[in-house]
Nanobody, 126 residues
């Protein structure tokens, strides 16, 4: 079992930066691939970024490449999402998720993740 709690959300102006954190509890955190998703009002939850548990390789949605950076600290059982050059369209509830059976290309598929946090709201004003 893995419990996830996001933090770091809030309001920021366009062009600003914000770092989200996701703290995990449970002994098996280091064996899970971790992902960030977001859901804007009236839209489906979409993939943002993911990081592998063993290689630490990362994957990003095209809309955030070059602006967002995902990282993890297995000793602290925490995954981070550093977001720079924020845009109003980045406004959403951000969720972190943990999964063990994502496969080579499944990092962006919501249904493959096993555990989810409750989400943290991020609002970017123009």
């Amino acid at each position: 079992q893995v419990q996830l709690v996001e933090s770091g959300g809030g309001k920021v102006q366009a062009g600003g930066s914000l770092r989200l954190s996701c703290a995990a509890s449970g002994r098996a955190f280091s064996n899970y691939d971790m992902g960030w998703f977001r859901q804007a009002p009236g839209k489906e939850r979409e993939f943002v970024a993911a990081i592998r548990w063993n290689t630490y390789s990362t994957h990003y949605a095209d809309s955030v490449k070059g602006r967002f950076t995902i990282s993890r600290d297995n000793r602290k059982k925490t995954v981070y999402l550093q977001r720079n050059s924020l845009k109003p369209e980045d406004t959403a509830v951000y969720y972190c998720a943990a999964g063990q059976a994502l496969g080579a290309m499944g990092y962006s598929i919501r249904a493959l993740y096993d555990y989810w946090g409750q989400g943290t709201q991020v609002t970017v004003s123009s």
